[in-house]
């Protein structure tokens, strides 16, 4: 069993940058793959991006691509955290963050469909504003 809990939202103005945190509980978090995944009012959650359980691969979707950054801290058990580094933010950015989590035995599995997650957080809003 995997707890996730998803911080660092926010209100930002549009170009600027905010850093989400997802902590996971449980002592083999570099056995899951963590992906993050948004959801606007009235629309479908849909995904972000994700990192591998190695960290040495990540996976964006293309309205994301280049500004948003997915890292991952796997050294300190007492972290156990990945980030999402949102950068240049659009007000089309606007939705409710979520992370989760898969465990793979692949070192570099970066699935984009959600309903290969097994865990999910609570979810951290973000609003952009023009």
Known sequence: QVQLAESGGGLVQAGGSLRL???????????????????????????????SRSGTRTNYADSVEGRFTISRD?????????HLQMNSLKPEDTAVYYCAAVMSGDIYYTPSLGNVYQYWGQGTQVTVSS
């Open 74 to 82: 796997n050294t300190d058990s007492a972290k156990n955290t990945v």
């Open 21 to 51: 945190s997802c902590a996971a509980s449980g002592r083999i978090f570099s056995t899951y793959v963590m992906g993050w995944f948004r959801q606007a009012p009235g629309k479908a959650r849909v995904f972000v991006g994700a990192i």
